[in-house]
């Protein structure tokens, strides 16, 4: 059995799709900041069979909800203080992203001028999609 020591202050994100921590940790920036952080991959988990979980340390303006949001809102993210648990956070999609996605239509601003950034507002909560601020151009992410 596998143990990783627990967190006297940081933050647990949790029930993270199989095989998707790798993804946050780059879309987070992880490997950019300057404290310890672990990924636990294929954890077992009674709720989903599989999961992976990663575990920061230090505080929490190091991540943004919104790329957490965008990439699985079902991931649970825990505030830890003194060793235990303080808070839980429940994420939900992001009503704008931006620069987690890039726009695909050849014709769009972002194409051309390259110092824009990539702005997505949520069109269809139920199907997850995604429109681009300046063209339209739909992104549904579950595809």
């Given at each position: ?60 303006e190091n991540i943004d909800l919104d790329i957490l ?35 695909k239509n050849p014709r769009c601003i972002t194409s ?32």
């Open positions: 059995m596998l143990n990783i020591s627990g967190l006297n202050e940081g933050i647990v994100l949790d029930h993270i799709q199989a095989g998707k921590s790798l993804d946050i940790y780059y879309h987070l920036g992880l490997d950019k900041l300057d404290c310890q952080v672990a990924i636990i991959k294929n954890a077992r988990s009674n709720k989903m069979g599989r999961k992976d979980i990663i575990k920061i340390e230090g505080p929490m949001g965008y990439i699985d809102h079902n991931i649970t993210v825990n505030i830890i203080r003194g060793d235990h648990i303080v808070e839980k956070k429940a994420l939900k999609l992001p009503q704008k992203i931006t620069n987690v996605i890039r726009c051309i001028e390259q110092e824009l950034p990539d702005v997505f507002y949520l069109a269809d909560e139920k199907t997850e999609t995604y429109r681009c601020m300046y063209c339209e151009e739909k992104y549904n992410k579950n595809v």
